[in-house]
């Protein structure tokens, strides 16, 4: 599974493409895509931009944001 599944299924029902999502948050695409691969961490407060985007509550940025890109379950998974 690609790192930030649940982030990407949100962006994607949310009709967030990596240059809007990029544009929103005043970063390049390529630094979006970067932290999509869990190649750079997001920082606290893109993760709070992020979900005022998706209108979801700040609760569950562990969900949309888990470590390094992966939830326990997906790190499992082979």
Not at 9 to 18: H, R, V
Not at 25 to 32: F, M, Q, S, Y
Not at 38 to 54: G, K, N
């Amino acid at each position: 599974m690609r790192p930030y599944h649940k982030l990407r299924t949100e962006l994607y029902i949310g009709g967030y493409t990596e240059p809007l999502l990029a544009r929103r948050l005043r970063i390049g695409t390529a630094t979006v895509s970067r932290k999509l691969n869990a190649r750079s961490p997001w920082t606290l407060a893109e993760c709070y931009q992020v979900m005022d985007l998706l209108g979801k509550p700040y609760e569950q940025i562990p969900l949309i944001f888990p470590r390094d890109g992966r939830n326990e379950e997906s790190a499992c998974r082979h």
